[in-house]
């Protein structure tokens, strides 16, 4: 049986929740489709030592702060993942968890969403499905070849696992310069590999400066003056305290992009070879849109061409949490909260006219 509502969200992580909060507070009838069977988003799967780029005020979904964690600036995923809940149910949003959205196909006026469940109909839908669950993994030579374990992120939890290993972290962004500091401080033999040297980002910068960044940068391009360049003109990591630790203790010494994986290990361009047990990549991720493939909507680098948060070519469809492409610093909590609202205000006029 087919059920109806205004608006479908798909993905029920942050982006999906403050989609969801804007939606309710203009009293547009909604659900929200979750893949997974509990709140808390990509956060539920990050591992234990990832910390936040910001204090726990300046990372907050649109109506809530997010309650500082006891004893920490930066909150850790666990605290995140309990501010989640905590919100999905203090608006009494309607969320519905362990629905997994299969495709979105045009169907006359609205929109039908096919589901693990059933289907849906709708005169809107926002997608919110975020990119952690499309990891990217570069074309290098002899990966195929090499006969140690290889892991994404998205599948590092501890440093407990490689106790007694060469561990090889490919990468010079947050995710690559955590978790090489998360193992460099449990004295795991590590050989952390950047294409170009590490570009740290002043001490005193973090999640606040960036948004404040993104954020002035939109408004420069939307009035036509000068591009200042994106977030990433500051620099490429932010010092965290577990980062700057270990960098200041030197322990986060990074070498040039190896040439190829050997069966052992990896070899750099001049012979210099390293062996390695476990070879952590990462290498970051791509949009999860695969569920609009009948639209035909994606073009380069898998994106789909945007007005603010909604696709040119297919009015009814808003994205949030891709990146600046759909919003200024969208992808963040602090960020998403306005384009979710733009979204849910363009949807409301779309719906009322």
């Known amino acids: 049986m087919t059920q109806r509502t205004d608006v479908v ?50 990372s907050s ?41 299969e495709s979105v196909h045009r169907d006359g006026p609205g929109l039908r969403v096919e589901t693990d469940s059933g289907p849906w109909t709708a005169r809107a839908v926002i997608s919110a499905t975020g990119t952690w669950t499309r990891p990217f993994l570069p074309a290098v030579n002899g990966r195929r070849d090499y006969r140690g374990r290889q892991l994404h992120t998205v599948q590092y939890r501890s440093p407990s696992e490689f106790t007694g290993q060469r561990v090889v972290v490919v990468g010079g962004g947050n995710s690559g310069a955590q978790i090489a500091a998360d193992l460099a401080h449990a004295g795991i033999d590590l050989t952390w590999v950047t294409q170009r040297p590490p570009r740290y980002l ?4 973090d999640g606040r400066a960036l948004f404040d960044h993104a954020t002035a940068r939109r408004r420069a391009l939307d009035e036509g003056r000068t591009d200042t360049g994106g977030v990433a003109s500051l620099g490429d990591i932010v010092a965290v305290p577990p980062v700057r630790a270990a960098r200041d203790a030197g322990l986060l010494g990074a070498r040039p992009m190896f040439a190829r994986l050997t069966a052992t290990g990896v070899e750099w ?37 945007t007005v603010g948060t909604r696709a040119d070519d297919e009015p009814r469809v808003h994205l949030l949490g891709y990146g600046d492409w759909t919003g200024p610093a969208s992808a963040t909590l602090i960020g998403v909260g306005r384009p979710a609202r733009d979204a849910a205000r363009e949807i409301t006029d779309s719906l009322r006219r």
């Open 269 to 305: 361009a001049d012979g210099t070879r390293a062996e390695a047990d476990t070879v952590i990549w990462c290498t970051g991720f791509r949009p999860a849109l695969a569920h609009f493939a009948s639209l035909r909507l994606r073009g380069t680098r898998g994106h789909i061409a």
């Open 61 to 101: 979904l649109p109506g809530r702060l997010m309650p500082v964690q006891a004893g920490e600036v930066y909150p850790d995923a666990a605290h995140v993942v309990e501010y989640l809940a905590d919100y999905e149910k203090r608006y009494a949003l309607p969320v519905q968890h362990g629905t997994r959205v």
């Open 9 to 58: 969200v798909i993905g029920g992580g942050q982006s999906g929740l403050a989609a969801g909060y804007h939606l309710r507070r203009l009293g547009i009838e909604h659900v929200i489709l979750d893949a997974q069977t509990a709140p808390g988003g990509a956060w539920r799967r990050t591992w234990s030592s990832l910390r936040l780029f910001s204090p726990a005020t300046y």
């Open 202 to 205: 002043a001490d005193d910068i």
